[in-house]
């Protein structure tokens, strides 16, 4: 397998639904779940191939339910904690018992899921830009965000119907995104250093993303708007399981505010908070974080 491609697999559940996973990375390294951000879908990356060969991790990720060729989940709308029982059906399906997970954005609460759920199994965890709990009581949820992100939460909380229209609206542009016009596409949501990270490849994989996981229309961005917004189905503070948080201070998609607050709240988290980072930028420190992870872990340095 060259860098920059991986493998495409179709796993079923145990409900009639299928999964589209994606493996990439050493096939021969230690399992790193990812659980990518909101909207997503599983496009492989030339920049995380090569961060996953040189941490000596064998990547596995997917399309949660609604987004690419992942089939949508019958209601009432799911908890993080349902995307949970996805991943553990994933990994059954590899064969892979240990494993370590990393969580960008909207992933960010599922990796903290596995964290929190798994102990004999997830063996560390990391948050990039990680969400924190909307029902925290100490975090004002949409202070420091975009505009487009405050009213997109202003949508969630007037239910289903509500979100979903709102989501329509903005359909078409998200179909046709291109690497070349993501940074514009977003708006307000891009800070100075988060657009300077928006080029070449690393945008045009970002992009594709966004093209898959509207595959089937907002129906997938809608349940994990929906689920990020709810109660989580489980409290960062019984983690105990090594976690370490990655957040920086230009992030107007998940403001600071809430990697500090996970910082403060996951029990013996590792801080990573930076002045100069943003949402996207953050994504050029990843072979330290997966560094950090193996750390985190036990386990040795690649050879």
Request: proline share 8%; aromatic share 8%.
């Amino acid at each position: 397998m060259d860098a920059g491609t991986g493998d495409v697999t179709v796993v079923p559940t145990g409900d009639g639904r299928e999964l589209e996973v994606l493996t990439g990375g050493d096939p021969d390294g230690f399992p790193w779940l990812l659980h990518n951000g909101t909207p997503s879908s599983a496009i492989s990356s030339p920049m995380i191939e090569r961060s996953a060969r040189a941490a000596g991790l064998r990547l596995i990720t997917y399309s949660r339910p609604g987004y690419g060729t992942s089939t949508p989940r019958p209601w009432p709308w799911p908890r993080i904690t349902d995307d949970l029982t996805d991943s553990i059906t994933i990994l059954d399906a590899l064969g892979v018992d240990d494993f370590v997970t990393l969580g960008w954005s909207g992933g960010g609460p599922r990796a903290l899921a596995c964290a929190a759920l798994l102990p004999r199994r997830c063996r560390a965890a990391a948050t990039m830009a990680g969400v924190a709990p909307a029902d925290a009581p100490d975090l004002d949820f949409t202070a420091g965000m975009g505009p487009e992100n405050i009213e997109e939460f202003a949508a969630v909380a007037k239910g289903p119907e509500a979100y979903g229209a709102f989501l329509a609206n903005g359909l078409a542009e998200l179909v046709a995104v291109t690497g070349a016009g993501i940074a514009a596409s977003l708006g307000e949501l891009v800070t100075p250093v988060d657009a300077a990270a928006l080029t070449g490849e690393f945008a045009d994989w970002l992009a594709a993303t966004f093209r898959h996981a509207a595959s089937q229309g907002v129906i997938g961005w809608r349940e994990d708007g929906l689920a990020l917004f709810s109660p989580w189905g489980f409290e960062v503070g019984e983690i105990r399981v090594p976690v370490s948080i990655w957040q920086g201070r230009e992030d107007a998609m998940v403001p600071y505010e809430h990697g500090a607050w996970l910082a403060a709240n996951v029990p013996g988290a590792r801080a990573h908070l930076f002045e100069d980072e943003g949402h996207i930028s953050l994504m050029a420190r990843l072979e330290e974080m997966l560094a950090d992870l193996r750390q985190l872990a036990g386990l040795p340095s690649p050879t």
